[in-house]
């Protein structure tokens, strides 16, 4: 069977008690491994997760069927969870498919988030007629809708959001679920909310945990590059790839950065310094507390023709990774490691 992300929820039900693998494609990427991450929440028994890259099945078709279909230490049940790029997969789901046809035994869920992949891949062409199996095709998302998913994502963990504020929620996550959950978590958290006593969160609070949202996703990578710091550049790039960060919304970060620096270099003017900001102009230029270092190193370091150049490459950069979004991990990758070495000039 097959969805998208416009009713992959209404189907949802029905792909659980009927399929045994779930694959997760399309050029959003965030909403694809939320929507995954939605379906082993609803499992009926989740049981142990073991998780499995396509590499390892790419070099290995077997062994997805041998984890399948072994039973837990503990003899519980498990489900597999499967990060591959493109069709590296193909062969190990074939495989699991002809396998249990031929009488190997019943299976544990499986479900595969690739990446660089559509429902065109020959992944998703070999399981979207079968009744056992789920291709979920997830499409760039728009604020309308990412608006709408914040206030279900918040009212499942008891923070109810207007419409005003879960649409801010979503334009500071740009459009990325997950990082619109996690920030839906720490409001949560920081208004003691639960489905059970359910809280109505203001501006101010999305104020208040604002300062550290962002710190935990993009804003470390961010600040290595910007730093020049060459040697703590490698660690960031695999961290950007374990966590699942979209290269878009990555990107879109130093976009940011980079126009918050031309912001505060037109106040401080060709001769001004950092030191001489108020308390009143960092609020105005969005410099919280935990990053004016950062940024007072950043601000010093990238001004006038050089911060130039830095938008000038960063708007390349977009351009790229639009034009070739199956390579776009990579050209990210290639593109701020040039980044940096530049900022140490």
């Given at each position: 069977?097959k969805?998208t992300?416009?009713?992959y929820a209404?189907?949802?039900k029905?792909a659980?008690?009927q399929?045994g ?5 399309g ?21 142990e997760?073991?998780?499995?890259s396509g590499a390892d099945?790419?070099?290995d078709p077997?062994?997805l ?11 519980d049940?498990?489900?597999i969870?499967?990060?591959a790029?493109g ?7 074939a ?5 249990g046809e031929a009488?190997?035994g ?6 595969v988030?690739a990446t ?16 056992d199996a789920?291709?979920?095709m997830?499409?760039p998302?728009?604020?309308a809708?990412?608006t709408?998913?914040?206030r279900?994502?918040?009212?499942g963990?008891?923070?109810h959001?207007?419409?005003?504020l879960a ?11 997950r990082?619109a959950a ?6 949560a ?5 639960a489905p059970?006593?359910p809280?109505?969160?203001t ?8 300062a550290?949202?962002e ?10 590059v ?16 374990q966590?699942?960060?979209?290269p878009v919304g990555?990107l879109?970060?130093?976009e940011?950065r980079?126009a ?12 001004g310094?950092f030191?001489?900001?108020?308390r ?5 230029l969005c ?6 270092r950062d ?11 050089k911060l130039?150049?830095?938008?000038m490459?960063?708007t ?8 070739n979004?199956?390579?776009?991990e990579?050209?990210?990758a ?5 980044i940096c ?5």
């Open positions: 069977m969805a992300n416009r009713d209404a189907k949802l029905t659980i008690g399929a693998i779930f694959f997760f494609c050029q959003d990427e965030a909403g694809a491994s939320a929507a995954a991450r939605d379906l082993v929440a609803a499992l009926p028994d989740t049981g997760k073991v998780e499995m099945l790419k070099s077997a062994r069927g041998d984890e399948a279909r072994s039973t837990s230490l503990f003899g049940s498990r489900h969870w499967v990060r790029s069709d590296e997969a193909h062969d190990a789901i495989t699991l498919i002809e396998t009488g190997a019943e299976a544990c869920p499986v479900i988030v660089s992949a559509t429902d065109k891949s020959r992944t998703a062409k070999l399981l979207e007629k079968r009744k789920l291709v979920a997830f499409y998302p728009d604020l809708s990412v709408q998913t914040v279900a994502l918040g009212d963990a008891g923070v959001f207007d419409h005003a649409e801010r929620i979503a334009r500071a996550a740009n459009l990325d679920v990082l996690s920030e839906i978590e720490k409001l958290l920081y208004l003691d909310a059970q006593s809280k109505k969160p501006a101010d609070d999305l104020d208040a945990v604002a550290g949202c710190e935990d996703g993009f804003m470390p990578l961010v600040n290595v910007l730093g020049g710091e060459g040697g703590r550049l490698s660690a960031e790039l695999v961290r950007m790839r966590v699942g960060l979209n990555t879109l970060a130093f940011r980079a918050q620096l031309a912001r505060i270099a037109a106040k401080l003017g060709p001769r310094k030191e001489d900001l108020g009143g102009d960092k609020a105005q410099i919280f507390f935990r990053e004016e940024i007072r190193a950043q601000a010093q370091n990238w001004r006038g023709r130039d150049m830095l938008t490459r960063l390349e950069l977009h351009r790229e990774l639009l034009t979004s199956q390579a776009a990579m050209l990210l290639q593109g701020l490691t040039r070495r530049f900022a140490t000039r």
